[in-house]
Nanobody, 119 residues
């Protein structure tokens, strides 16, 4: 079970940190990532941290602004979002894939958390 939190409203240029908790799970065994869906747009992959050595992936639109990290003790993955822009406004979902280098949500989706960025 994935528990997403941390969304909110922010002005452009600000920062937010999303959390995706997976209590009771060993995160080394899971690829955890984030998708987002803006109103009227298709869902897109934002970032992913692979199982095992924790390779990271970022969509071009967030590269250099967002950072994904993993805390194995807290069984939580974080998405630090800096320099937020209005186009980052979306519902963000965390997803899980067991023993995977990639994030597709095959093994679980958390509830969405809304991020709203105003100009």
């Amino acid at each position: 079970q994935l528990q997403a939190s941390g969304g909110g409203s922010m002005q452009a240029g600000g920062s937010l940190r999303l959390s995706c908790a997976a209590p009771g799970h060993t995160l080394d065994n899971w690829a955890i990532g984030w998708f987002r869906q803006a109103p009227g747009k298709e869902r897109e992959g934002v970032s992913c941290i692979s199982s095992g050595r924790g390779d990271t992936y970022y969509a071009d639109s967030v590269k250099g602004r967002f950072t994904i990290s993993r805390d194995n003790v807290k069984a939580t993955v974080y998405l630090q979002m800096n320099s937020l822009q209005p186009e980052d406004t979306a519902v963000y979902y965390c997803v899980a894939d067991r023993l995977s280098a990639f994030c597709s949500g095959h093994d679980g989706w958390g509830q969405g958390t809304l991020v709203t960025v105003s100009s």
